[in-house]
């Protein structure tokens, strides 16, 4: 834990709150609920519509199953709210992993509109990812799984009720705002299709104990 602060306006918001706690779903899943989203949102949420629009601008028609609009780049932003997400997912990982470094290999933002989803995939290079809720469904979505961040793995014992390494089902993490849903990068996730009118916005890490050779372009996905 740490008892660090960062300056966001006039509001010196805490890295880590008190009475935030880490909380398992499954021995390989985890999540935590931060009560300052709304100001971070404020913030963060305004700047990541900026970065949707050039991102849907360059990249034309998008394929549905792509995972919305990507905002790259937003771990050099001089934004203090995305600072203090960083600082926060960094520090998730070295609670869980008991590490005492933590380095952050890619990190970006997904803007979903109506329709948008991705599939079931993983993540290389690196052992943790993280995914938190800025601006999540509404609760009527939420509670029919659209737009849901959704884990299917064998290797995730939930996913296997009735078989160990049989996946028969699937689980849910919360997604109500200010959630930060952290799993192994191994272990397979998706979104299912996001069936609002307005937008939903996720911010991910993908992070290491040290900081690793190359970049994560040099690896791909198949």
């Known amino acids: 834990m740490t008892d660090e602060h960062i300056q966001i306006g006039p509001i010196s918001v805490p890295i880590w709150p008190k009475g ?28 990541l519509l900026a970065g949707e629009e050039a991102f ?7 394929w549905v199953g792509a995972g919305g609009a990507k905002v790259r780049d937003i771990g050099s932003w001089p934004c203090p709210a995305m600072r203090l997400l960083h600082e926060r997912a960094k520090l998730a990982f070295k609670m869980i992993t008991q590490a005492k470094t933590a380095e952050i290999d890619d990190c970006w933002a997904s803007v979903y509109r109506k329709g948008e989803f991705i599939g079931p995939h993983a993540h290389r290079r690196t052992e943790m990812s993280l995914v938190y ?25 939930k996913c296997c009720p009735t078989s160990p390494g ?14 930060l849903v952290m799993f192994p990068s191994f ?7 996001y069936l609002g009118d307005g937008h939903r916005i996720s911010i991910a890490w993908n992070i290491a104990r040290e900081k690793l050779a190359g970049k994560v372009a040099d690896q791909p996905l198949l």
């Open 166 to 179: 049989c996946v028969t089902s699937q689980i849910y993490p919360p997604l109500d705002p200010g959630t």
């Open 56 to 62: 849907r601008k360059a990249e034309g028609d998008r």
């Open 20 to 47: 935030v706690r880490i909380q398992n779903m499954d021995p390989m899943v985890y999540f935590a609920v931060f009560p300052d989203n709304d100001l971070i949102r404020s913030v963060a949420g305004p700047k």
């Open 133 to 157: 809720h800025l601006e999540p469904p509404d609760p009527k979505d939420r509670a029919e799984f659209n737009g849901a961040l959704g884990i299917t793995d064998p290797r995730v014992a």
């Open 187 to 193: 272990v397979v996730h998706y979104v299912t299709p």
